[in-house]
């Protein structure tokens, strides 16, 4: 996980305590990494695979495919302020894959004394959320 672009930078000891105390997960295709409502203290990072989030409206369809999670990409919960958080979404295995949980402790505490974590994972929430307006034909 250390060698993810979001930490490569940082030193060596704290790239070593993230990895400890992250756990990595496989999960089978169609198989639920987190279920909406949920509530998780762990941030999702695929390292293989692919992962969809999963709206479920009000009826009792099997919910909206509404955005991907591709390797190296994270799922983040609404905040980092938190030490943990109630999913609105579900995340599921679209193939067999196998995913990083990531303590929200520890990648907050990466963000405080590293800045430039923070500024990293600000910029891939804009991205998603520009991806995804462009989908919607909204950007």
């Known amino acids: 996980m250390y ?10 000891a704290d790239r070593t305590a993230l990895d400890e105390a992250s756990e990595l997960r496989s999960y089978q295709c169609d198989e639920t990494v987190l279920a909406s409502g949920e509530w998780t203290d762990r941030l999702f990072c695929v390292a ?3 992962l969809h989030v999963v ?5 009792s369809d099997g919910g909206v495919v509404t955005d991907s999670i591709r390797p190296d990409e ?3 919960g ?12 579900a995340l599921v295995a679209a193939q067999a894959s ?3 949980l990531i303590p929200v402790v520890a990648m907050r505490g990466l963000c405080e004394q590293h800045p430039q974590v923070a ?3 600000l910029g891939i929430a804009i991205e998603r959320t520009r991806a995804m307006r462009v989908q919607l034909g909204q950007g």
């Open 3 to 12: 060698l993810h672009t979001l930490v490569a930078g940082l030193p060596h």
């Open 98 to 100: 196998s995913v990083y």
């Open 55 to 59: 709206s479920h409206g009000r009826g």
């Open 119 to 121: 500024l990293k994972l």
């Open 78 to 89: 609404p905040t980092l302020s938190e030490g943990r958080y109630q999913a609105r979404h």
């Open 74 to 76: 994270f799922f983040l």
């Open 48 to 50: 293989s695979g692919l």
